[in-house]
């Protein structure tokens, strides 16, 4: 499933959040970013983003940790095809709702 859940998470680099997409084997990250052409990293202080984005994960029933403003999966080595999509749907959703939580609380900013 690793090949499958590499094209999957790669995907989530089309989102206007985030800046960097990296994954090896079954361990993925995603770097969140105010400005995805600069990959600028947010005038808040590090890691507000990050947590904002994992509680939104949680609230989605998806565990994704954050560590600053990357946000971090490690699914379990039994994972399947149709468990990846249920990951990938839940991730886009996260990663959308918090995209609007930093727009209207004029948070979507990049650092000097």
Request: proline share 4%; glycine share 8%.
């Amino acid at each position: 499933t690793a090949p499958y859940l590499k094209e999957q998470w790669e995907s989530l680099g089309d989102h206007p959040m985030v800046g960097d997409v990296r994954i090896v084997g079954l361990m993925g990250s995603l770097a969140l970013t105010p400005d995805k052409t600069t990959r600028a990293k947010f005038a808040s202080e590090a890691g507000t983003v990050g947590f904002m984005c994992r509680e939104r994960c949680f609230a989605n029933n998806l565990v994704m940790r954050h560590v600053g403003d990357r946000m971090i999966i490690s699914p379990p080595l039994v994972i399947t095809c149709e468990e990846i999509d249920t990951l990938i749907a839940r991730a886009t959703k996260s990663l959308d709702e918090c995209y609007a939580e930093l727009k209207d609380q004029g948070l979507l900013k990049a650092a000097d």
